[in-house]
Every structure is written in C-alpha cells, then in structure tokens.
C-alpha cells in the first residue's frame, strides 16, 4: 500500500495529504480534546469532595479534642467528688465514736434492766392485797417476776359477761385475766413493777468500762486508717486515669493522622492526573491550533467542533492544601435582610393604602377643617400619582418568596410624599398653630423627595430590580 501522507521535515507527526484525511486528523483531535474534557469536568466535583474530607477530618479532630477535654474533666470532678467525700467521713469518726459509745451504754445498760427485771420474783410480801393464791395464779399463766408482763389495761370479759376486766399484757405477747385482780389489785402490781424498773436503772451501769471504750476506739482507728489510705489512693488513682487518657488520645489523633496523610497521598496523585490531562488538554488545543493554521477550514461541520474544542479550560477557584486543617465548614449563611422598604414585601401595601386613603379624603378635611378648593385637588392627585407609581414599580416585583427589589430610593420617595401631605394638612389646619413645625416637616420632605430622586434618576441604579 502507498502512504498517502507526507512526513514533516522534524520527523515527529505525518501531514495529512487528502481533504478527508484532514478533516479525520480534525476530528481525532476534537473528540481527544472532547474526551479529556469530560475527564476534567469532574475536577470539580473532586475538590468539592477534598474540601468535604478535610472539613470531615478538622471535625473529627474538633471531636476527638473536645471528647479529650470532657474526659480530663469528668476524672477531675471524680477526683474533687472522692476526696471530698472521704474527707467528710474521715471528719466524722470524732461523732461516730461518740454514736457508737452511746448504743454501746444504751445495750449495756438495756441488758443490766433486763437482768435485774428477771431476777426480781413477785412475792405476796411485796404487793399489797395480792395473796398467796394470786401469786400461783400468775404464775400459772406465765407470770412470776417482774420481767414477765409490762402494763395492765381495761377490756370486755373473755365470756363476753359481766362487763369490763382487767388484762395483765405480758412482756412475751399476750395478755391474761386473773380472777380477783381488779382495779385495786391492779394499781399495786403496776407500783411494784415500776419501783422495780426503777431500782433496775439505777443499778444499770453509767459509763462504758474502758475495755469497751478502747475496742470503739480501736474499730474507729482502724476506720480512720482505711479512709485514710483510700484519700491517699484517689490521686493516684486520678493520675492513671489521666495517663490512659492521654494515651488513647494520642492513639485516635495518630489514627487520624495516618488517616489523614492516606486520604491526602491518594488526593495528591488524583490531582496530579488532572493536572496532566490540563496539560494534555493545552498540548492538544495546540496542535489543532496549529492544524487549523497550517490546513485552514476542514469544513461547515466541525467549524462548530473545533471552536468549542479550543474554548479555554474553566478555571477552578482556589483549594486550600490538604495537608493545612480547614475549619468546619458551616452552611452558607442566607444574604443580609435588606433595608425597609428595599424588597417589594407586604410592607410596601402600608404606603400604597395610605396614599390610596389619602387620594379618597384628601387632606386637611377631617373634622370641622375646611381646606381651600386647590389644596383639595393638589394633594388628591399628589396622592394618587404616589399610589400609582408604588403599585407600577411594586405590583411586577412582587413574586412568591422572591420578591425582587425596589428601585433605589423609592423609601425616601415614599416617605418625602408621606410628609408633604402631613405638612400641607398642617397649613390647612386653622385651629392649632403649627406653623412653625409644618415649615420643619415641609423642608424635610422636600429633601427626601429630591435625594430619592436623585437615587432613582443615577445610573448606577437605574432599573435595580428589574431583574
């Protein structure tokens, strides 16, 4: 087969020979052109998602320092709430000693009572009116000293006849009626048992025997020794807490580190091929440059091509590094609420009606007022020519949730219109002297009106809104 093309004199690409030849050259080089173009549109995509990664890894970060931080905290006020409750207990033993004495006397001396008690026997002897046969009756039921029973009360009979008796309630539960014992029986056993009691608490000890004070002294020594080497323990124990802290937290930022330094090795080579293929992407739109220089037009159908092929490559905003932690990136906060007035809101029907009100009544005519004939007709068209412009300039601005803006100094139209005619209701007022203040009102709206218009006559805001 014969070669149908011609090798440049540098050796490097073959010239094309034939109109068909040419135009599939062209073609080769837009489709390669249009192939590396559709790679580097996803460029974007690439570094919103890098952006993405190191807000994710700065957050983690954030996290895993402030989790630091918690932690360190919590140990702390473990530590202040250990030792301050064992400081508190170590305080106390002086009162829980002195607790501990008391019940110590308390059950000795309940003991000496209940000794006492048991060896005193009731005896005809010693009870007025209460024989020998009363004293085996008792002890019939259970009842022979004077740790048997503890009190006497009033009760129906057990046969349910003859009234009320008398029941001896006994120490070990229970209660029992002894024929012959009534009130006056009962009221000397009830004296005898309480001289008894009395005699039993007066014997009973009044102070610990020192045996029995130095085994309380030795358990709260022993108590204090313990809460002493457990407030000594509390540091220690803190500062190991601390230590693994510490130690898991340098683990999770290594981890994160590595994690990091992977994530921004595969960002860096995926960005390296990019910026090859931009390369790539400028060395072909130089050699179909130099193509269409060296061929000239290959035809109506890939005229369109290969201007679009030799567009510039969209440039990309700037990227911060992937080694420098960004800052987590927050929404995007929605634009500043613009002035009063500068957005055709709801807000703007206020003036409209009021001009719109004013137009029906005018003004200066309200009450017994009577306003000359001129100024009824001025300020009516005043107000009618301020309604008219509102609604023409509010009415196509107005749209669902995106109401577009007014032109600039509309407001201070509004508001120049709105005290002109409060000046001119002023003047028209016969009854009140505002005189003086309906000057002041009207050299103010006359200046708001001209700065308004100046605004809206500038060409820098000439048809602001519009849009």
């Not at 005229?303 to 992937?322: G, N």
């Not at 509102?390 to 709105?418: E, K």
């Amino acid at each position: 087969m014969i070669d149908s093309t011609t090798i440049q004199r540098n050796g490097h690409t073959p010239v094309p020979s034939t109109p068909s030849e040419i135009r599939a050259e062209r073609r080769r080089l837009i489709e390669a052109i249009r192939a590396l173009r559709r790679l580097l549109d996803k460029r974007h995509a690439f570094e919103v998602a890098d952006v993405r990664r190191l807000n994710r890894e700065a957050r983690e970060r954030s996290r895993a320092e402030a989790a630091h931080g918690k932690s360190l905290q919590r140990i702390a006020e473990r530590q202040a709430r250990q030792e301050g409750s064992l400081t508190r207990k170590v305080t106390g033993l002086d009162g829980k000693r002195d607790h501990k004495e008391r019940q110590a006397l308390a059950v000795l001396r309940r003991e000496s009572v209940q000794r006492t008690l048991n060896s005193t026997r009731l005896t005809a002897s010693q009870v007025n009116g209460i024989g020998h046969g009363l004293i085996r009756d008792l002890a019939a039921k259970g009842i022979t000293t004077a740790a048997d029973f503890k009190r006497v009360s009033w009760g129906k009979a057990p046969n349910g006849k003859g009234g009320e008796v008398l029941y001896i309630h006994r120490t070990r539960g229970g209660k029992v009626h002894i024929n012959g014992i009534g009130e006056h029986r009962g009221r000397p056993l009830m004296e005898w048992r309480r001289s008894a009691v009395a005699r039993a608490e007066a014997l009973a000890p009044h102070k610990l025997p020192p045996d029995e004070r130095h085994r309380i002294a030795e358990i709260i020594e022993a108590e204090r020794t313990r809460l002493r080497n457990e407030l000594a323990e509390v540091p220690r124990a803190a500062e190991a807490a601390r230590t693994e802290a510490v130690r898991l937290h340098s683990e999770t930022l290594t981890r994160l580190t590595a994690d990091e330094r992977e994530a921004a090795d595969r960002a860096a080579e995926r960005r390296a091929e990019f910026d090859a293929m931009a390369e790539q992407l400028l060395e072909l739109q130089a050699a179909l440059s130099a193509h269409m220089d060296q061929h000239g037009d290959a035809g109506r159908r890939i005229r369109r091509a290969q201007t679009r092929a030799l567009r510039p490559a969209t440039s990309l905003p700037a990227i911060p590094s992937p080694r420098q932690p960004v800052a987590p990136t927050k929404k995007a906060a929605p634009p500043a609420a613009p002035a009063a007035g500068s957005r055709a809101g709801l807000g703007w029907l206020l003036p409209i009606l009021y001009f719109g009100f004013t137009t029906v009544v005018g003004v200066g005519e309200l009450g017994e007022n009577t306003a000359p004939g001129w100024l009824m007709i001025a300020s009516r068209l005043f107000a009618l020519a301020a309604t008219a412009e509102l609604l023409r300039l509010w009415i196509p601005r107005r749209r669902w949730r995106t109401a577009g803006r007014m032109p600039s100094g509309t407001g201070w139209q509004a508001v120049g219109v709105f005290l002109a005619l409060a000046a001119a209701g002023m003047f028209a007022d016969e009854k009140s002297d505002v005189f003086v203040p309906a000057c002041v009102v009207s050299v103010l709206a006359a200046l708001l009106l001209i700065a308004g218009t100046g605004l809206r006559t500038s060409p820098g805001h000439t048809g602001t809104g519009s849009r």
